[in-house]
């Protein structure tokens, strides 16, 4: 499974590339939902609670997405973790299995 065309190099790179722009872009997206947190309240405040709730429901998908994230982040400092093991085995793993699907399949 892991034949020649396998870079371990590269994979350690992009691994490491991977967990940095996953970790900017949680930060960005909390605090980008920490601002709109505030306008909802001025939302509620001036009475437009159907504007509000419409923020609240964007909100909410973005707290899933960055959870989302940090999962794949997980994943990837896992495969770092144990990226002597993946070096020197032939085939993959079934522990590692879910972790490369998963960076695979997002």
Known sequence: ???????????????????NRLKLLEKKKTELAQKARKEIADYLAAGKDERARIRVEHIIREDYLVEAMEILELYCDLLLARFGLIQSMKELDSGLAESVSTLIWA
């Open 1 to 19: 499974m892991l034949g020649s065309g396998f870079k371990a190099e590269r994979l350690r790179v992009n691994l490491r590339l991977v967990i």
